[in-house]
């Protein structure tokens, strides 16, 4: 009679890294690690406290390096420093912005002095605080909403921004002036529109010379800046590389909200109305997508079909194409621009939030739904992984942001309504995904549409 092995559960797990650890065969490191990426933590995610004091919708949060403090930003322009662990306020200030702050980020290597944020009225602004003052300076304009910013790896000086207006600028804060490296534009078979309006801008990690934008349309694009000449010589506004869903080649009607790099140099793409997909770095489509396009409608990848915001699964045929994404499903991204990022000591989770008020963790690899956490009675539209430990923040249409710990006696299951829909309420103050420049195109193309049937009719 065969005996069938029992599979080890995550308790059976923990206590065998344990004893390895005693024994001296698992270094304290690798246990850290292994500890922290635990399936357990992450089912036991709680929160902890709300920090509460803005009086606005919170669009914006971030950890410094040591991870001891968080600064958010909001609909109400102040920016706050938190000692998140007390949840009390540390220090607060008016960023001199005139609408809603959308990002703010404490520059490395500065003791918190240094602050860069962006916001809806295109003001790139500098902070910087002393014994005594605050003084805030514009550093670089945009004409449109700036969403986001990103800065150079470990570096205290050097800060990338991306704007509705398509244009991605490189500021030293030494100098204090710009350097306009581009303006991001469609394919030539995208001939409706001028410019991509950008809502997303990283950098990758593990190579801070490649940095990934993405907007209105369904390609995140990487540039390489060891190519841009800074005497302004040649152009520099062709991608190194195009990533898409193969099925998402054609579709003009989705747009990115969210990237993020992993610390594998991953690139991850959250989409509107559409999934997130996890690219590695080989996935791409190459500097000429209309290539990979005639590659793609001649394989089984052209019959691929998605039901948009249902969670419908990728077609089997799929599997046949090499490099297919990964992608991660359940949640609902159509109101608002929504973040993405990466959770864990080395990447082990996909985290985003949702229009039904969720955060929703997926595994990396797989792509399966580990947990759904209600987090806000409206939308969530950032989530902050700690830099060290198992621990998140959040925020969204509520005024608060919640830190998140794993603090719970017992494991989470999933909810069994995870596809049921809330209405979100009407003017909560995050920024749309829709431009004025994209409502006067769909109102034109409507128009347009309506005489043709008229046209037709007689």
């Known amino acids: 009679m065969t005996m069938r092995r029992r599979g080890r559960t995550g308790l059976d797990s923990s206590i065998v890294d344990v004893w390895k650890r005693e024994v001296g065969s698992l270094s304290t490191r690798s246990f850290a690690h292994r500890l922290a990426a635990s399936e357990d933590l992450v089912l036991r995610l709680d929160i902890l406290q709300k920090l509460e004091k803005h009086r606005g919708c919170v669009n914006t949060v971030s950890f410094n390096a040591a991870g001891d403090v968080l600064v958010s930003g909001s609909d109400d322009r102040k920016v706050i420093f938190w000692d998140w662990e007390s949840g009390q306020a540390k220090f607060s200030f008016h960023s001199g912005h005139h609408n809603n702050v959308f990002q703010a980020k404490i520059m490395p290597y500065t003791d918190e002095r240094s602050i860069v944020t962006c916001a809806a009225d295109g003001q790139v602004r500098h902070t ?56 991001c534009r469609p394919l030539p078979s995208q001939n409706y529109f001028t410019t991509v309006h950008l809502n997303s801008i990283t950098i990758d990690p593990r190579n801070p010379n490649l940095l990934a934008v993405g907007g209105s349309d369904q390609f995140a694009r990487l540039f390489d800046i060891r190519s841009y000449n800074w005497d302004s010589s040649s152009k520099y506004d062709r991608p190194v590389d195009f990533f898409c869903p193969p099925h998402l080649i054609d579709d003009d009607n989705v747009g990115i909200t969210g990237l993020a790099f992993s610390d594998q140099s991953e690139l991850l793409v959250s989409y509107n109305d559409e999934f997130i997909y996890l690219f590695t770095r080989d996935g791409g489509l190459g500097p000429d997508p209309a290539f990979a396009t005639d590659i793609f409608d001649g394989s089984d990848a052209g019959d691929m079909t998605m039901d948009k915001c249902s969670g419908s699964s990728i077609s089997s045929d799929a599997a046949n194409v090499k490099d297919v994404p990964q992608a991660y499903k359940g949640h609902r991204n159509c109101e608002t621009v929504k973040g993405v990022n990466f959770f864990g000591p080395k990447c082990e989770y996909v985290v985003s939030g949702s229009d039904c008020g969720r955060i929703f963790i997926w595994r990396k690899r797989g792509g399966d739904l580990v947990r759904v956490m209600e987090a806000d009675r409206n939308v969530v539209n950032c989530i902050e992984p700690h830099p060290h430990t198992t621990m998140l923040a959040s925020s969204g249409i509520e005024h608060d942001i919640k830190i998140w710990i794993p603090k719970a006696i017992d494991r989470a299951t999933l909810p069994t309504n995870i596809q049921k829909r809330r209405l979100v309420v009407a003017g909560g103050g995050m920024h749309r995904m829709i431009s004025p420049e994209d409502l006067m195109l769909q109102l034109f193309a409507l128009q347009r549409r309506t005489t043709s049937s008229e046209s037709n009719g007689e």
Do not use: N, W
């Not at 991306?162 to 581009?182: A, K, M, Y």
């Open 128 to 183: 910087q605080i002393a014994e005594c003052e605050v003084e805030s300076k514009l550093v670089a304009r945009h004409q449109g909403r700036v969403h986001k910013l990103a800065i150079e790896p470990g570096s205290p000086h050097i800060v990338y921004t991306c704007g509705e207006d398509g244009l991605v600028q490189h500021i030293d804060l030494r100098t204090g002036s710009p350097t306009c490296l581009f303006t």
